[in-house]
């Protein structure tokens, strides 16, 4: 090995340290697939429990429904509720299993900020969800609000975690403007965001990351 060389490979070693101290870089694509696939469950469950038709109109309740406005909410609230603790559980087994795997820290400074960055404008924007519901009524913009929300909270962690997120973001980002747009559908398009999104996005980051080795270099 010659002196270029060598210079080249320790200058590809700093810049790898550097990523890792810096970014979280543990995510298992396998929890994108879980959380795709708990959320496909969960809307084929509100559909099938509500016996919901497109467009559902004002408060999600259809002519064959026999259950009140309050009732539909707590349903999907507790539906909602057992998909994000499904996924987060999933989720964070398979990165610390990941990280274990790779040599890496779980909760280190890079995880720390991806954490602040993106649960402080997701906690946020869930409040507001609530408030745009119990306060105003608002049912219809409950899901496109999730999707934009969750596709900005993406994009705002995303400079601290892999790149490949950023795709994911702008995803949801397009898919809740487009839920706004289509008012009746929202289920459908979280079903797609929450849903096929993570799933594609899951196999994505597996086949990139994960199919060949254990860790990141």
């Known amino acids: 090995m010659n002196q270029s060389e060598e210079h080249l490979k320790q200058l590809t070693e700093i810049r790898t340290m550097m990523e890792r101290s810096s970014r979280f870089i543990s995510l298992s694509g396998l929890s994108g697939i879980f959380a795709g696939l708990f959320a496909l469950i969960g809307a084929a469950a509100a559909i099938v429990c509500l016996n919901i038709r497109f467009p559902y109109g004002e408060f999600l309740i259809n002519d064959s429904n026999s259950l009140s406005r309050k009732e539909v909410m707590y349903f999907f609230f507790a539906d909602a ?115 096929i999104m993570h799933i594609i996005y899951g196999v994505w980051m597996w086949n990139k990351y994960e199919r060949k080795a254990p860790s990141i270099d």
């Open 81 to 195: 509720s057992t998909v994000l603790l499904a996924s987060f559980v999933v989720s964070i087994w398979l990165t610390f299993n990941r990280a274990r795997q790779a040599g890496l820290p779980v909760f280190n400074s890079a995880a720390r900020r991806l954490f602040i960055n993106m649960f402080v404008p997701l906690v946020s924007g869930g409040i507001f969800c609530l408030i745009a519901y119990f306060k105003y009524g608002y049912v219809g913009f409950i899901a496109p609000l999730m999707l934009l929300i969750y596709g900005l909270s993406l994009l705002n962690a995303s400079k601290y975690t892999l790149d490949d997120v950023r795709y994911l973001a702008y995803a949801e980002i397009v898919l809740g403007l487009l839920a706004f747009y289509y008012i009746g559908y929202g289920l459908i398009f979280w079903s797609i965001g929450f849903g």
